[in-house]
């Protein structure tokens, strides 16, 4: 028997690691099944390439509770670890294992799903543990190993009995974290980091089948081949629409459509995104898209990594490439992250015009769901809003849809007022104004329907970026400037009776605020319509929404 003492360089690291390594105490978990995944996959590799002569097999991980004796084992049939490695692996904090490995096996391993990199992740059973062993065979066939440490630099290494391949470490857990040794608990954590990893995690049995055919089977909860993981071509519709119901279980409506996102230069990233149907009580929620490492879950908090116009869309993103435990504002800083994010954008927008292009009707049909992010997405992002030009659209009150070109055709001849600036009309509420759409219809202009909060920040950037265009909303002053159809429309009152009519109405509304002018309309429309400045009514409505950031 070997004992000694743990090699780092500061005296007593365990009570440092036990308060602020993780804030979460519960990621012990996630970090002893990335560990067991690992030697799961070095296995396979080393099989694959001929340098391990076993049978690689079926291998599977085990979690399971032995409540009475207060443990928590983890057991793995990967490659396992010599004594010496022991020593050299574990006995030596902040030294990776895995870094080591890929290092070694550079040539071939990159593709192998290797988790681990910090070589610290061992170290958290501790934080609810106050003992842990570690029992391990290496598939070398030297003799197993037995290793305890109860948390203090000193721990003992000796030889045992184990005969098949792999490692069982064994938590001890502390009086402070018998939470742990909950079945309900672990379920949860399995659950929440571990429902995509690679290799099979059996936690108890269930029984299946019925009468004779009844039999005990292990209950796996991973999916260790989800959707994202495969090529688009292996995948159908409905594989897709099942995944999302995988991720979220309590999601009833289909999402819309789904892009799938796969790249791996100049950095690694796969996962697909959903664009959901929103309905009227989750309009927009946050933090729906889960980020993955190698397919172990890290958080649900994309911000800094996605662009804040896609948090609304759900789904998965997996990428090695996102440096984590790290602040939101490095993550802004970092350039990888930026490329993270740009290449998203630009994916995103891809998708957005080959739906258009392919299916025109279909993709109008889901446009009432996906406006705002795309109109978000044109406000705060310029590189999307290059792009934009080809897909999005702007909506008339009676459901035609045109995109930005088609309207500057359809309204030239008609909304051109006298200093050559094409005026696009617009309501943004349909009942509300409807007087005024009733009467701009009537003289043959196009009105759409902008009816989003953020429409007022939109229209300014349209404007800033076209030159001779101009927004007005349909009860606006500027209505009154446009070049008439019909020129010869003529009133039924004489000239004094509208004066008269008009200081009428000038005394009963404020005339700082709106503007009245008489003028004859046909017998279908009001008798008479006010208008509003437009700059004044814009003035307001972006002191209301303020600086575009309604996400923030
Ligand atoms: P990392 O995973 O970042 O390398 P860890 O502290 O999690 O660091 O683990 C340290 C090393 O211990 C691993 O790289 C690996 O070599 C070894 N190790 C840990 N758990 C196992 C296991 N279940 N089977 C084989 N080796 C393991
Ligand atoms: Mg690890």
Redesign the pocket.
């Given at each position: 028997m070997t004992s000694g003492k743990i090699n780092v360089t500061v005296e007593n690291i365990f009570p440092l690691i036990k308060k602020f390594l993780y804030s979460d105490h519960e990621i012990f978990l996630r970090?002893?099944i990335?560990?067991?995944t690992?030697?799961t996959l070095k296995l396979k590799h080393l099989t694959s390439i001929g340098e391990a002569k076993v049978e690689y097999g079926n291998p599977i991980i085990e979690v399971r509770i032995d409540k009475e004796n207060k443990k928590l084992h983890?057991i793995?049939q990967?490659?396992?670890?010599t004594k010496e490695?022991v020593e050299k692996?574990?006995n030596q904090v902040a030294?990776?294992?895995?870094?080591?490995?890929l290092e070694k096996y550079k040539d071939t391993a990159k593709d192998a799903g290797i988790?681990?990199?910090?070589?610290?992740?061992?170290?958290s059973a501790f934080m609810v543990a106050d003992k842990v062993e570690i029992f391990?065979k290496s598939y070398k066939g030297e003799p197993a190993a037995h290793w305890t440490c109860d948390g203090s630099p000193e721990y003992s290494l000796e030889e045992t009995e184990k005969t098949d391949r792999?490692?069982e470490?064994v938590l001890h857990i502390a009086e402070d974290s018998t939470e742990f040794l909950e079945d309900y608990k672990i379920r949860e954590l399995l659950t929440k980091y571990n429902k995509f990893m690679p290799v099979p995690i059996k936690f108890g049995t269930h029984e299946e089948g019925e009468g004779d055919d009844k039999k005990t089977v292990d209950t796996i909860i991973n999916n260790p081949a989800p959707a994202w993981t495969k090529q688009p071509a292996d995948l159908t519709e409905e594989d897709y629409k099942n995944f999302y119901r995988e991720l979220y279980p309590m999601q009833f409506e289909d999402p819309l459509f789904h892009i799938h996102l796969n790249v791996d230069y100049p950095f690694n990233l796969t996962g697909i995104l959903y664009f959901p149907k929103l309905n009227a009580d989750m309009q927009i929620q946050k933090d729906k898209i889960q980020l993955y490492q190698n397919q172990v879950f890290v958080t649900d908090n994309v911000e800094g990594i996605v662009p804040d116009f896609l948090t609304m869309l759900k789904g998965v993103i997996d990428s090695p490439d996102i440096p984590l435990n790290v602040s939101r504002s490095y993550l802004q800083a970092d350039g990888n992250v930026k490329k993270i994010s740009n290449y998203i954008t630009r994916k995103v927008a891809d998708k957005l015009k080959s739906l258009f292009n392919d299916n025109r009707a279909d993709f109008e049909s889901k446009w009432n769901d996906i406006k705002i992010v795309l109109e978000y997405g044109m406000l705060s992002e310029d590189k999307f809003y290059d792009k934009a030009g080809a897909f999005m659209l702007y909506p008339t009150v009676d459901g035609k849809y045109y995109t930005l070109e088609e309207l500057k055709e359809a309204s030239k001849e008609l909304q051109t007022d006298k200093d050559g600036n094409l005026v696009i009309l617009y309501a943004s509420n349909k009942d509300l104004q409807d007087s005024y759409i009733v009467a701009a219809k009537e003289k043959g202009y196009q009105v759409l329907l902008l009816d989003s909060p953020i429409v007022s920040h939109l229209i300014q950037k349209l404007e800033s970026d076209n030159e001779k265009l101009t927004f007005a909303r349909v009860d606006a002053d500027h209505i009154n400037n446009l070049i008439k159809k019909e020129e010869n429309q003529i009133s039924k009152l004489s000239e004094d009776e509208q004066k008269n009519l008009q200081t009428f109405v000038e005394n009963i509304i404020p005339k700082e605020k709106y503007t009245v002018k008489l003028e004859a309309m046909d017998s279908t429309a009001e008798p008479f319509i006010i208008t509003q400045p437009e700059f004044m009514r814009r003035m307001k409505e972006m002191s209301q929404t303020g600086g575009g950031g309604m996400f923030g």
């Open positions: 970090e002893l990335s560990n067991a690992d030697a983890i793995d990967g490659i396992g670890m490695e692996y574990i030294f990776s294992g895995a870094e080591e490995f988790i681990g990199h910090f070589g610290l992740g061992f170290y391990t792999g490692t470490i």
